[in-house]
């Protein structure tokens, strides 16, 4: 898989192709549109993750360019203006995502597998590792030949651990991916604990055992 | 006590008018007898040389006894009468039966050799009468001219200060955060005034470029921190995954992750109000509160394990004109804190009608005053790991569509009442 990383500041630029080198991904950046531009014009990517604001252009002009030459790079905006205005005319300008400043690095690798499932994967909508299924488009969970009955945080929270297996996913990263907005004004993060606690019991009972470690006071891993 | 300008205007000219108005015609009564004197002595003196006058000419052969005019009589008068001084007497006429007042005064002369002594009269009572009818008259013009003063006073106060009510209406409409700024007009044909609206003017440009400039100055400044949180953020992902990573260095990237995020998430908050403030809001459609607030509380039962018990009485489709995020916000940071403030197995109220939205729950006792509680950054003593933000939104949001909200604590619960218009 082919990543492009569009973004001026080039210590987040370094982050985001570091974590995704480690996914295993083919991960490119550069720091400014005319650059980007010349990357899109000579090579197709899988996905490109995309700043709206850039030293030399707009990320939208990109998009546009993008559009009318009918590339079907899959794009994500990271943008520092959490505006529903930006949103709507980022996708309405085809990009496939839109994440704001500062956004946590799973959040970002999980809707990028979103994206290439949605975007490339027909009849890949199952999640698969060991013996642990998640089928995304019905929502349905098994653990080899058992069904896991799994409310839809639980459900949620158990994919997202499942796009980021083999990381220690943070428990804020958890909150925000589940919560949404309605994070805000957390302070415990109580809820993510007791989601963990009935996901790990759930699956222990199918015996999918130990699929979820507690990283110390960071977070959780899911690990194969 | 503080009264209008009108009424205190009048009250002086009517307190003080009146004492002046009085001073004066005593005054004037006083100046008008004295010359009514003055002129009744000269009349004596005059008929005094006339009468006189005339008995030398006709030899002594005029009447020595006119009443009401004259007297003439040989030798002179009894040392007691004050010569040439006008005493007063009264003369009675038998025909009326009446003594009426006259002013006489009496002269030693000779002729002949003779001594004589005459004594002229004139009558006071036309005088006095003269004097009253005068006095009156002087006294009912005095009373039409105080009325007239009022009169013309209230009048011409009301024309000169008509500018200035004119610009009392306007600043008091005037709205620092709905950026209403007063139009004062510069020319009131009135020097003071137009240096009023000017000054005025000029201060509310001051205030609003002020309140601008900080405005801006939390967007831009919450703009430019994204970027270095986001660094932050993800330099501490990559960190945590790192292989051979101590127990102590996880707690310790632990407490850093959860202090970069609350930071994040205060910058994110602060961005939000700066937004609304810059009314970066401005579409509202028709939203339906009902199915909002019950897919919430949904979610949050769902979250935490512990949900106080819950009673609601929702009213079904409340439709409210608002944005939607907003909208959103503003219920669920009330039940979030209605949550997070509660006390172990606590309970919450919530009522949703179309005019108002309540929700109270059971608490520790406030230690600060309730509307201090919606100012930023403002927390009770016991909570320190919220943000001091949520009840800060849950105001601007309602500042900006015009609802009324208020807080009261009593016998351990608390309540939050946001009012619709």
Not at chain 1, 104 to 120: F, G, M, P, T, V
Not at chain 1, 193 to 212: A, F, M, P, T, V
Not at chain 2, 34 to 39: E, G
Not at chain 2, 331 to 353: A, D, P, R, Y
Request: hydrophobic letters at 40%; proline letters at 3%.
């Amino acid at each position: 898989m082919k990543l492009l990383v569009v973004e001026d500041e080039s210590s987040l630029r370094q982050s985001i192709q570091e974590y995704f080198t480690q996914e295993d991904f083919h991960c490119e950046g550069v720091g400014n549109y005319s650059e980007a531009i010349r990357k899109v014009e000579d090579f197709e990517y899988d996905c490109i993750i995309l700043d709206i604001n850039l030293p030399d252009g707009n990320g939208f002009r990109l998009l546009q360019y993008l559009r009318e030459c009918n590339k079907q790079d899959g794009v994500i905006i990271i943008s520092a203006r959490n505006s529903l205005d930006d949103k709507i005319t980022g996708l309405d300008l085809g990009a496939d995502d839109y994440i704001t400043k500062p956004f946590h690095l799973s959040e970002l690798n999980s809707r990028i597998k979103a994206l290439i499932r949605r975007k490339y994967g027909q009849g890949t909508n199952i999640l698969q590792s060991g013996n642990l299924q998640l089928d995304m488009l019905s929502r349905n969970v098994a653990c080899g030949q058992h069904k896991i009955a799994l409310t839809k945080n639980e459900f949620d929270l158990l994919a997202y651990l499942l796009n980021n297996k083999n990381r220690v996913v943070s428990r804020q990263a958890i909150a925000e991916h589940i919560y949404g907005d309605q994070s805000e004004n957390m302070p415990s993060f109580d809820f993510v604990y007791s989601q963990i606690k009935n996901l790990k019991r759930k699956l222990k009972e199918k015996g999918c055992d130990d699929l979820i470690q507690t990283v110390y006071g960071l977070g959780y891993k899911l690990s194969l | 006590m503080s009264k209008p300008l009108l009424q205190k205007n009048t009250r002086i000219l009517l307190t003080w008018l009146p004492m002046v108005l009085l001073a004066c015609s005593l005054l004037f009564y006083m100046v008008l007898r004295m010359h009514a004197h003055h002129m009744q002595e000269k009349q004596l003196l005059l008929k005094q040389t006339n009468v006189w006058g005339a008995f030398i000419e006709r030899s002594g052969n005029i009447e020595k006894h006119i009443k009401g005019e004259y007297d003439i009589a040989q030798g002179y008068a009894d040392a007691s009468i004050e010569l040439g001084e006008p005493r007063d007497t009264l003369v009675f006429y038998e025909g009326s039966k009446q003594a009426l007042p006259f002013e006489i005064q009496t002269t030693n002369l000779q002729w002949n050799g003779k001594p004589y002594h005459i004594t002229t009269y004139t009558s006071s009572t036309e005088v006095s009468h003269l004097i009253v009818k005068v006095f009156l008259t002087e006294a009912v013009i005095l009373v039409l001219l105080l009325i007239a003063i009022v009169v013309l006073n209230r009048k011409s106060s009301r024309l000169l200060w008509k500018p200035f009510f004119g610009a009392m209406k306007e600043i008091k409409e005037y709205d620092i955060i709905r950026n209403k700024t007063p139009d004062l007009p510069v020319q009131t044909e009135t020097t003071e005034f137009d240096e009023l609206n000017t000054v005025i003017t000029d201060l509310i440009d001051n205030v609003n470029t002020a309140y601008y400039n900080q405005k801006q100055f939390v967007e831009n400044a919450s703009h430019e921190m994204q970027t270095p949180l986001a660094i932050i953020r993800s330099k501490l992902e990559l960190l945590i995954n790192q292989p051979n990573l101590t127990e102590k260095a996880a707690f310790l990237l632990g407490d850093i992750t959860e202090a970069n995020d609350r930071l994040s998430q205060m910058n994110r908050t602060l961005l939000l109000l700066a937004k609304i403030e810059n009314s970066q809001f401005p579409d509202t459609e028709e939203i339906n509160m009902s199915s909002i607030l019950r897919q919430l509380l949904h979610n949050f039962q769902q979250h935490y394990e512990n949900f106080p018990e819950l009673t609601i009485n929702i009213e079904n489709d409340v439709s409210v004109k608002s944005d939607r995020s907003l909208a959103e916000i503003l219920m669920s940071n009330l039940v979030n804190n209605s949550i997070l403030h509660n006390k172990t197995e606590g309970k919450i109220n919530i009522v949703l009608q179309p005019s108002f939205f309540l929700i109270e729950n059971t608490g520790l006792p406030l230690d600060v005053n309730p509307e201090e509680l919606f100012e930023r950054f403002k927390k009770g003593s016991h909570q320190t790991k919220t943000t001091g933000l949520g009840l800060a939104l849950v105001k601007q949001i309602c500042l900006l569509y015009k609802y009324n909200v208020n807080y009261e604590y009593q016998n351990g619960w608390h309540r939050v009442k946001v009012i619709f218009k």
